[in-house]
């Protein structure tokens, strides 16, 4: 027996030695205390350390003052104190101190001694450790951004100027041109960015250029967990996958870069904010995505670092284990701790559509950003020898123009029959083919199961196709499971992709009818022939932006039951589909594109950091501007119609699984398409603070205020009548009876402006609001009222909008998402 002290408390302990049962899993444990952030004094010898929640600040940790180094070193040693008292050194590793943004520990421990941790006094939540996962050119000239926004700024190499964006993600590659400064203005130093760069084990040459200015990783639980391959993953900041390189690119990479591939040039890439800095925090690894351990200690380190805006383009595989509450989950929790110090964030919304109540990301202090289609497609086509011609994908180059090429099977030029285990119609292995019969002809191939799960690739057709002395080749796909998703993709030779299972259906039928066998059904004569279109270039398309079909809908959820939440998500929408960027040419995580410096890819992972980039344009012109100001501005300036002036439509299925076009509503997009130029210039912006996201959370049902304390070390003193009153830049009301009123509050961020507000509902809710009409003065705030009421229940929610109208042209706008019951 040893009995010890902690914190003013008395433990008897009774050691187990080394006699532990279960096998070691990781653990995110909570402490009593509070972490340096919120720490408000009452430790003897330490003075208080925390940031004022005021909701204007955008004040952040002074990490080198004497006081937080002092507590913070206090945190740690007290969680060291708190685990050498409860066992025995061996049996336990300690992963990381959480101090900033949570009071806590990672640990690698056994079932059984979490369940000693969980009952130790001061101990406030034990949770096992879960997994994350990545949700995975042209977009600046689509959003107005070399035009409309970069000349106000000073032009593309003044834009994003010494604002530091931080990407929890999977590494990057630092000498790529997307990244390089030998052709920039120098860039002068950052006192107010104080993260370190480590430095590549192998050229022992650090991460950092003056462009990227902080590179780290954290993988301590991937380690302890067996997932960790540093052949594959690296242990160091270095991106072993592309995700990383693509999504920094995208929100900062430099002003355009030629994107080159196959000796073809797509056009020149940009990041939303060229001269912003990149600051880099490795948490996701190429074959198994990464833990929430990890993820947290990055964020943790982010925020440590003075980072101005941190991109995730990450979320949770499931819900996790400890709490029932989304907004509580050690994810979101350290995320609103991040937002107290000032840091904008934005989370990738999730690429579950076009499913309902699929978003991964939950809580208002993060903006949340869906994925559109914007308006460059490729297209290619086929031309049969009988003039049928075929569309398809491919971005290649045509075969000779006037001329037709034979057509040969895979599975008609087999080197012998032994060759059929290898599944040649997939194309990927051309040892088993007959040059002899390939060469000079198009090469008929399968689109298998194989190409899903990615065991065979496009790519690797391709230099099949070329290694035999093809002209070109035609992949058919036979049979889709519904939802499959093809994205074209470049190739070195003419090839071309056939997404519709009716035609290619129709091209192996003409193949069969032209092509002769003998009674054991080998060919005697190749007579079908046909031709490849140029794919190269894109066709715009005004319908554009579209919902793109995997981005994750709401309505948003408050528990991991489905209850809905009474707040709207997604917040906005971006570009997300075929988007341009670098790419590691040691990524592994697309088939298509290895060994390549760029690639084109889709997924809500791309929207984000659009997202994050112009949110560092408007942190550059307003540098005092809270967070929540920066996510009222990028949302009550976005368009919901689309560049015919038509309402945007969300990609769908429909009854047959096939693709279809529907009306799209803020359970698709938000508040809109993002518009940079409009977003400078809000008029009005719907201002919140860390008070107000804690009052939000005391107020909605079915929260426990013993699990908001734990994890905000502040109780429930405040609330808001209802949580549909916390002041967003949208409305959302999942249950509504018979009349309710819900408030909210504008600030003028311009000159002395009137402003006329009018309000439109769906039929089965009305709608009012008061005042009809008001003039602010520059920086002045007023309070007005949405009053909604039942009129029919239809079982569906109603949307509608309330619209601000300014006299110097401002316009301000926010949804409004409400369903009516009876009772």
Known sequence: MRKVELNGCVLILILLGVVMFGKAEIYIVTIEGEPVISYRGGVNGFEATAVDSDSDSDEKIDVTSELVVSYASHLVKRHDMLLGMLFDEGTYKKLYSYRHLLNGFAVHISPEQAEILRRAPGVKSVERDWKVRKLTTHTPQFLGLPTGVWPTGGGFDRAGEDIVIGFIDSGITPHHPSFATHKTDPYGPIPKYRGKCEVDPDTKKDFCNGKIVGAQHFAEAAKVAGAFNPDVDFDSPLDGDGHGSHTAAIAAGNNGIPVRLHGFEFGRASGMAPRARIAVYKALYRLFGGFVADVVAAIDQAVHDGVDILNLSVGPNSPPAATKTTYLNPFDATLLSAVKAGVFVVQAAGNGGPFPKTLLSYSPWIATVAAAVDDRRYKNHFTMGNGKILAGLGLSPATQSNRTFTLVAANDVLLDSSAAKYSPADCQRPEVLNKNLVKGNILLCGYSFNFVVGTASIKKVSETAKSLGAVG???????????????????????????????????????????????????????????????????????????????????????????????????????????????????????????????????????????????????????????????????????????????????????????????????????????????????????????????????????????????????????????????????????????????????????????????????????????????????????????????????????????????????????????????
């Open 473 to 823: 080749f035609v992949l058919a796909v036979e049979n889709a499971s519904p939802g499959t998703k093809f994205d074209p993709v470049p190739v070195a030779i003419p090839g071309i992709l056939i997404t519709d299972v009716a035609k290619s259906a129709d091209l192996i039928d003409y193949y069969n009818v032209s092509t002769s066998r003998d009674w054991t059904g080998r060919v005697k004569s190749f007579k079908a022939v046909g031709s490849i279109g140029d794919g190269l270039r894109p066709i715009l398309h005004k319908s554009a932006p579209q919902v793109a079909l995997f981005s994750a809908r709401g309505p948003n959820i408050k528990d991991y039951s489905f209850q809905e939440a009474d707040l709207l998500k997604p917040d906005i929408l971006a570009p997300g589909s075929l988007i341009w960027a670098a790419w590691a040419q040691n990524g592994t995580d697309e088939s298509n594109y290895l060994g390549e410096g760029f690639a084109m890819i889709s997924g809500t992972s791309m929207a984000a950091p659009h997202i994050a980039g112009i949110a560092a344009l408007l942190k550059q012109k307003y540098p005092h501007w809270s967070p929540a100001a920066i996510k009222s501005a990028l949302m009550t300036t976005s368009t919901t119609l689309d560049r015919a002036d038509r309402p945007l439509q969300a990609q769908q299925y429909s009854g047959s699984e096939t693709l279809s076009l529907v009306p799209a509503t803020p359970f698709d997009y938000g508040s809109g398409h993002v518009n940079p130029r409009a977003a400078l210039d809000p008029g009005l912006i719907f201002n919140a603070g860390y008070e107000d996201y804690l009052g939000f959370m005391c107020t909605t049902p079915g929260i426990d205020a013993h699990e908001i304390m734990n994890y905000t070390h502040t109780p429930c003193n405040y609330t808001l009548g209802h949580p549909s009153n916390l002041n967003t830049p949208s409305i959302a009301i999942s249950h509504l009876v018979g009349t309710q009123t819900v408030t909210r509050t504008v600030t003028n961020v311009a000159e002395e402006e009137t402003y006329v507000i009018a309000a439109r509902m769906s039929p089965a809710v009305a709608i009012e609001t008061s005042p009809p009409a008001m003039t602010l003065r520059s920086g002045a705030s007023r309070t007005i009222s949405i009053t909604l009421s039942v009129r029919s229940v239809t079982g569906t929610y109603s949307f509608g909008q309330v619209l601000l109208k300014g006299s110097r042209g401002h316009k301000v706008r926010i949804p409004v998402v409400a369903m009516g019951y009876d009772r």
